[in-house]
């Protein structure tokens, strides 16, 4: 048996109709495709489309979050001032009076309270009776001055020419109390100073 050549199904196409053909169908390939680029990139552009196809709103900004307490700013504190303490009443002061009894023509009586000198004081005194030669004198004088509360060394000291004569009491003072003390300077040839409370 020889091999018979396939027999032809169609007519074929050669020369130049051929390739007319083939480049017409390219030509066609090209545009179709150049269509769909189009209408995808315009696709792409455009808001998406609602249920009912009309183009959808655009998308609204997010409302601003209120800042959180941590957030924000903290107020400055205000100190507290500390409470006051409570004022303490001052006390009244207490008063002392020396009244001084002297048989000088003259002279100076000075009064410290705790070694303060808080009294000074000239002396005056009258001519009384003659005795025999000798001219007696009779003074008196009275101080009153103010004195802390508590207690106190009050010194009372009388000095006439180159004498001078001194004593002391310790005493206690209460607020607003007056205590008196009672100095007696006399003697005609010896004179001798003495302090009493009364």
């Known amino acids: 048996?020889?091999?018979?050549?396939?027999?032809?199904?169609?007519?074929?196409?050669?020369?130049?109709?051929?390739?007319?053909?083939?480049?017409?169908?390219?030509?066609?390939?090209?545009?179709?495709i150049g269509a769909m680029v189009t209408v995808a990139f315009r696709?792409?552009?455009e808001p998406y489309a609602g249920a009912n196809g009309s183009p959808a709103a655009a998308p609204q900004k997010a409302e601003q979050a209120a800042?959180?307490?941590?957030?924000?700013?903290?107020?400055?504190?205000q100190k507290k001032e500390a409470p006051r303490p409570a004022a303490v009443?001052?006390?009244?002061?207490?008063?002392?009076?020396?009244?001084?009894?002297?048989?000088?023509?003259?002279?100076t009586m000075r009064v410290w309270v705790d070694d303060?000198?808080?009294?000074?004081t000239r002396l005056d005194g009258e001519a009384t009776k003659k005795m025999l030669v000798l001219k007696g004198r009779k003074g008196s004088i009275a101080q009153t001055f103010a004195v802390s509360p508590g207690e106190h060394e009050i010194r009372v000291e009388v000095a006439w020419g180159d004498s001078v004569k001194t004593k002391q009491l310790i005493g206690d003072f209460k607020p607003g109390a007056t205590r008196k003390i009672a100095a007696k300077l006399g003697g005609f040839l010896k004179k001798n100073l003495s302090l009493e409370w009364q």
């Open 1 to 32: 048996m020889t091999d018979e050549p396939p027999r032809r199904t169609g007519p074929v196409l050669r020369g130049p109709l051929a390739v007319a053909l083939v480049a017409l169908a390219g030509v066609a390939v090209g545009v179709a």
């Open 89 to 107: 009443p001052t006390p009244r002061p207490a008063r002392l009076t020396i009244e001084l009894a002297h048989s000088l023509e003259n002279g």
């Open 116 to 120: 303060d000198l808080s009294a000074e």
């Open 67 to 77: 800042p959180s307490p941590a957030a924000r700013p903290a107020k400055p504190r």
């Open 43 to 45: 696709r792409a552009n």
